[in-house]
Structures are given as structure tokens and as C-alpha cells.
């Protein structure tokens, strides 16, 4: 080519643009928090599949269960002492011509989940893909990279992918962690280091750049990185990482660090199996297994209910969570028939229902009030219409399902599987919307009502919801102003969950009376001592005074010879609410001298 000076100048003024970076251009190439997150928490339901050499092991060992109550069947390595040569032999049991990583994923799309994320490498130290970071992995041992084909499958079927990383522990390295190693080797920040140096940060780095896009990368630390030998450096160095190859992927809180946003992490993880109970306004996750193990275990019985999945899924929902359901293959690959059968109920019901999950968040009303279920929300940017939905666990059996807590006056009422849409009759008055409910619940497992709306719905959200068959149910754990300085004692099974009053305390709460007129207390307590302690209900200027009294004891269980506190309920009296509208209940409790009550409930009758 000739020399052209025009065209050359012309083009390193173009090339000038081009490479000189410009701030304000990288600012914009950084992923806000709220971005990554947003397809996360419009899936809500994914699937968590547990599978590994442990998977051939099938919670056995040589004839012997694990040597521990826990037993996760991808802790029988560790539970019983398994030598590394031993442990690899379980390789052999792996059906490669069987196993077929496409149908987990094409189970997960029936199921209606919208992202799987599987065990790269859990704690034994072993990789599904075909890493060069060792050779301490199934491509080494006469297998294929399950990763490189479950990217593929995701990829096809329009599924997420995630990646469990064990990064804490590592049973396998020498300086990994195996919960031992402080107290018989002394393992020394260095050689925790030389693992994290040489394993783990090459290993996420073959993970983020040879499967494509990696939505989560799932870590798996429990504790916080103080507690542990982890630096918060080593896991800033990962964060970095991540960050840097794959902007979009989500990072949970069990890499250690807690933060939450734009200069932490993406999302927390719960327990293991612990199901939200208030309402988050950042991304959280549960993550929950299907029986009790997560991998593949033989004499594992323990399924969860369908009823009782499909309630966990919607309670975190409804809670602004996400729920991730576990299931462990074989061998094989096979899912047991336990799995595939509550994963295809869950598909159908979401098949019907799912616009009452995916993009749905919950509403920030008091968790836990509406005995009948619970509810979710979303905005309908395609028909312009705010919708509540209301997931009935327990179909009203008096023919009518209340709902207190909006304002506003729906404009219709339907239940979603409807096809036509047969709108319900309804009673808005107040906080309080009431809804004829036809006398069969629609769907045996849970049925959804939509409430729709022309304007984003306001919350009245310190009434306390009618119950079911009418009444309201004052407790502690509902009182309004939130109550200071008191003292819980969690249901135990013997006794309910009450507050101990041992000094003057007041509780307030807020009804909502439809129907004028007047109406009863009654009240349940204890009090193994009570000889001077008072009480009083009121509302506005009417007052219902009383005294508590000496309760005894009573055997908890028939065939034990155990005594626990008994509670009592007693009737208060009536108070007269003259008119429709939102009413102030107060209940003063004045404990004599050294005296001590045990409120449970005071019971405001329909
Ligand atoms: C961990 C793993 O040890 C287990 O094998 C499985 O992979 C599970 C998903 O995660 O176990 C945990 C993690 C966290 C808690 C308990 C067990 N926790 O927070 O209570």
C-alpha cells in the first residue's frame, strides 16, 4: 500500500479516540450493583445440584455410615477419615457413557427454574472441569468436564449457570483447610496462602475465562473470614477477580464478606434449609435441599413435603428472597424418582402460577400475619397495572379470605388460573379487602388470587390482619410500637412464645373494625406468682381492668412426668367501637412487687 499522509492522519486521529481511555467511558463500563442483580431477582426459583466422587459413595463407606449424625453425603471423606487413594477409587463407580449434564438442565426448565448452580469443586478439593491446576479432577480420572457440557446445555435451554467453589476448605491440598489441620499441623497463614496463591485464585481464573458467561459464583464460608484463617485480603484478591473477568457475574455472602452492594458482594445466603422471616430490600437467597443431604445418599428419607417446597419457595418471595433448591444425582447422573416427581409438581405450578413468582418482590407488611399464606407483588409494565398476589396455603372454609393491609380498593379480583379471568366479589373498606371465595380452593396445593391496581398500592402496614374465621390475635410479636427491652422466650414446644413481664409495660396495636358494635377480650397468660399484678384494655376513653391470678402447672406430655407452666385464658370484657374505622388497642401490665406474668395473646372476638 502507498503511503497516504491524509488517510493516516485521519486514522490516528481515529485511533486516538479509539484507545485513549476515556474516565467518564470506564465509569460507565462498571456494573452497578442493581444491574447484576436484576435478572436474579426476577428468577426467584434456581436449581443447586451436589454431585462429585462422593456421589459413588452413596453415604456408605466400606459398609460403615457416617461417623457423625450430620450425614451431608459430600462429607463422607472427611466423617470417615477416607486416605486420598482410596477416596479417588470411587472414580471407577461413574457411568461416563449414562452420565448426561443436559438433563439436569432440561429437568431445571420443567421445574420452572431459571439458573442451576453445581459443585465445581466442593470441599473434597475435587474438579469437575478439566482443570490444569493439579490433576485432581474427573478429566484426569477417566472422565469428561461436566462443567464444559453443563455450560453448553445452559446455553441452549436459556438457563443460568452458577459455580460452586469451595475456597476455605480443601480437604485435598495440603495447606487447604480441613477443620483439623490448626490442631495437628499448625497450619500457618503462609501455606494458607501458598494454597490460595496456587489453587485457588488459578482455578477460578480457568473457571471465568473457558465456560462463558458464569452468572454466580457460590462460595461457601459460614462463618465470618475472622473467624476463620481466611484474610480479608485473600478474599478481596478474589472479589477482584471476579470483578475483573467476569463484571456480571454475582458473588454471595459466603465468600466472608457480609456487605451487601455496589462495594461488596451481591446477595446473602442464608443457613442451610433457613427460610427468610422479615423482609429484605437487598437480594438474599435460601439455599435448600430436597431431602436432608445435599449429595447423593442412599438411605436418605427425609424428602420435604410438596407442599412444603412449594410454601418455602413462596414464603422467601413473598420476603423479597430467592430460593434454590438442592438435588443430588447419582452416580450415574440419574435424579432419584423422589426429586424428578416434586420437581415436575413444582414446574406445573409454576406453569399456572409463575406470574405470581418470577419478577414479583413482597410486600412490607408485618411477616406472618395472614394465616391463610402469604402474598407477592409486581409491577405489570405490559398491561400498566400493580398486582398483589395472594398464595392461599389454607382455602377459607367460610367462604370469604380477608386481606388487611392496602389502602386502596382493588380494581379486580381473580384467581390466576382462571383462563377467563372470572372476577370474584370483593369488600374493600378501609385496610381491609374481603373476598368471596368459591366453596373448592382451585388448585390442591396452593391457589393464587390477583388483586389488581391503577396505582402502586399504599400499605397501611401497623394494623393487625383479621385471622381467618375472624378475630384478631394481639401477641408481642405483633404489638405496634415495637417493644423495648423485653424479654422473648421462644416457643419451645412446652410453653408458647410469650413476653415476660416482671416491670409496668405497655403494648399497643392497631385493628381495623368494620362492623360497628361491641365486641370481646380475652386473654391468655401465666403467672406462677400473681398476687397483686393488675392489667388493663382500653381503647380510647373505655377501660377493662381486671386482676391476673395464680396459674399452675401442667404435664406437658402424657407419658412424661415433666410439669411446665400452664396458660390460662380468661375473658376481659367488651368494648364498644361505635363506629367503622382503625382503632387503638392498649394493654397495661402491672406486675405486683417480685411478681412475675407470662403474656401470651389477647384475643380480640369478631
Ligand atoms: C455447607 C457445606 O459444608 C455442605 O456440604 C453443603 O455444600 C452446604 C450447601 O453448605 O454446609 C453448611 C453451610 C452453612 C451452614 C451450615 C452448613 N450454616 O450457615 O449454617
Redesign the pocket.
Known amino acids: 500500500m502507498k503511503p497516504n499522509f491524509l488517510r493516516d492522519f485521519f486514522l490516528s486521529v481515529m485511533l486516538f479516540f479509539i484507545v485513549v481511555p476515556d474516565p467518564a467511558f470506564c465509569q460507565t463500563q462498571k456494573i452497578k450493583h442493581a444491574e447484576r442483580v436484576a435478572w436474579f431477582t426476577d428468577a426467584r426459583f434456581g436449581m ?1 445440584i ?1 454431585w462429585g466422587l462422593y456421589s459413588g459413595a452413596e453415604g456408605l463407606w466400606k459398609g460403615e455410615k457416617h461417623r457423625h449424625f450430620n450425614n ?1 453425603a ?2 463422607i471423606q472427611y466423617r470417615n477419615r477416607i486416605p486420598r487413594e482410596e477416596y479417588l477409587k470411587l472414580q471407577n463407580r461413574f457411568q461416563w457413557e449414562e452420565i448426561d449434564p443436559e438433563a439436569w438442565v432440561i429437568l431445571a426448565k420443567k421445574a420452572g427454574m431459571k439458573y442451576i448452580t453445581i ?1 465445581a469443586k ?2 473434597d478439593g475435587f474438579a469437575l472441569w478439566d482443570t490444569r491446576v493439579g490433576d485432581y479432577g474427573f478429566t484426569h480420572h477417566g472422565g469428561r468436564d461436566v462443567i464444559a457440557e453443563l455450560a453448553g446445555a445452559c446455553k441452549k435451554h436459556g438457563l443460568r449457570l452458577g459455580l ?1 467453589y469451595s475456597h476455605w ?1 480443601d480437604w485435598d491440598h495440603p495447606y487447604g483447610w480441613d477443620h483439623n489441620q490448626e490442631l495437628l499441623k499448625n497450619l500457618t497463614d503462609d501455606q494458607f496462602n501458598t494454597y490460595w496463591q496456587e489453587k485457588v485464585i488459578p482455578q477460578l481464573r480457568e473457571l471465568l475465562t473457558h465456560y462463558g458467561d458464569i452468572s454466580i459464583l457460590w462460595f ?1 464460608m ?1 462463618l465470618h473470614h475472622s473467624e476463620t484463617i481466611v484474610k480479608r485480603d485473600q478474599l478481596e484478591q478474589v472479589l477482584h477477580l471476579v470483578r475483573e473477568l467476569q463484571p456480571a457475574c454475582l458473588v454471595n455472602t ?1 465468600l466472608g464478606l457480609h456487605e451487601v452492594g455496589d462495594d461488596g458482594v451481591d446477595f446473602e445466603t ?3 434449609n ?1 427460610l427468610g422471616s422479615v423482609y429484605k430490600k437487598f437480594p438474599w437467597q435460601t ?1 435448600g435441599t430436597i431431602a436432608h443431604s ?2 447423593y445418599h442412599a438411605y436418605d428419607h427425609r424428602w420435604k413435603s410438596q407442599a412444603q417446597l412449594l410454601h418455602e419457595l413462596i414464603n422467601n418471595v413473598s420476603l423479597n428472597g430467592n430460593y434454590m433448591l ?1 438435588i443430588g444425582p447419582r452416580a450415574d447422573g440419574a435424579v432419584p424418582h423422589e426429586s424428578i416427581l416434586r420437581l415436575q409438581n413444582l414446574g406445573n405450578w409454576l406453569a399456572i402460577n409463575g406470574d405470581a413468582i418470577y419478577g414479583c418482590t413482597g410486600l412490607e407488611l408485618a411477616p406472618d400475619g395472614h394465616y391463610w399464606g402469604r402474598f407477592t407483588y409486581k409491577f405489570d409494565k405490559s398491561q400498566g397495572l400493580y398486582k398483589i398476589f395472594l398464595h392461599v396455603f389454607n382455602w377459607p372454609l367460610d367462604g370469604t379470605l380477608s386481606f388487611t393491609g392496602v389502602k386502596d380498593a382493588p380494581l379486580r379480583i381473580y384467581p390466576l388460573s382462571d383462563k377467563h379471568r372470572g372476577a370474584l366479589s370483593f369488600v374493600h373498606k378501609g385496610p381491609l379487602t374481603e373476598i368471596e371465595v368459591p366453596r373448592l380452593a382451585p388448585d390442591p396445593l396452593v391457589s393464587v388470587l390477583v388483586l389488581e391496581y391503577k396505582q402502586e398500592p399504599q400499605l397501611i402496614d401497623a394494623v393487625v390482619p383479621k385471622a381467618s374465621f375472624g378475630g384478631f390475635s394481639l401477641k408481642p410479636g405483633n404489638a405496634r410500637p415495637k417493644i423495648m427491652g423485653d424479654q422473648w422466650q421462644k416457643y419451645d414446644g412446652t410453653a408458647p412464645a410469650h413476653l415476660l413481664i416482671s416491670k409496668d409495660q405497655t403494648l399497643k396495636w392497631q385493628v381495623y373494625i368494620d362492623k360497628p358494635g361491641k365486641r370481646k377480650f380475652d386473654l391468655s397468660y401465666s403467672s406462677p406468682k400473681a398476687d397483686r399484678s393488675r392489667f388493663a384494655v382500653k381503647s380510647g376513653d373505655q377501660l377493662l381492668q381486671g386482676n391476673f391470678v395464680r396459674t399452675g402447672k401442667v404435664v406437658v406430655e402424657p407419658n412424661q412426668n415433666f410439669y411446665a407452666d400452664q396458660f390460662v385464658e380468661t375473658e376481659v370484657g367488651e368494648i364498644n367501637f361505635a363506629e367503622e374505622g382503625i382503632y387503638e388497642i392498649i394493654l397495661d401490665v402491672k406486675p405486683g412487687k417480685g411478681e412475675l406474668i407470662k403474656f401470651n395473646w389477647l384475643w380480640l372476638q369478631e
Open positions: 443447586f451436589h451431608y459430600e462429607w459443585t466442593h470441599h460452586y476448605v461457601d459460614w459466603r442464608l443457613g442451610d433457613e439455599p445435599w449429595g438442592n
